[in-house]
């Protein structure tokens, strides 16, 4: 069985071609530092990293972007909101009931986030 993307959805896609692919994938090998800091670079970060990455195998102790600070709510809502593209589709909700669905914006789940975040600050969390 063979599946075709629809043409609209690859015009979208990150990769282009399997080629796409493995250029990145022996960039990632030839380039560790290179290449995750460039997948870093694609997230907001308030702070940027110091280091990419450390690691000491022996001792099992690993981190990743030292010294960076992000905001995983800014990068999952807020800046798209701000790019503009409030009113597309951030969530597809499904029920257990096949008709049962629910489709959120980037602007509905941004306002629901930030009622539930007053809510946790009204309790003191």
Not at 5 to 34: C, R, V, W
């Amino acid at each position: 069985m063979k599946y075709y993307p629809n043409p609209n959805l690859t015009k979208q896609a990150y990769f282009k071609s399997l080629d796409d692919y493995q250029s990145l994938y022996e960039h990632s090998l030839a380039d560790p530092e290179g290449f995750w800091s460039e997948m870093a670079g694609r997230l907001h970060w308030s702070k940027k990293w110091n280091q990419v990455r450390k690691y000491d195998f022996v001792n099992g102790k690993l981190s990743w972007y030292e010294g960076g600070k992000l905001n995983a709510c800014y990068n999952c809502l807020d800046r798209h909101v701000e790019a503009g593209h409030g009113g597309k589709t951030a969530i597809i909700w499904e029920g257990n009931d096949p008709g049962e669905s629910k489709t959120y914006s980037y602007a509905d789940v941004l306002a629901e986030v930030q009622r539930f975040a007053n809510v946790l600050k009204a309790q003191g969390v």
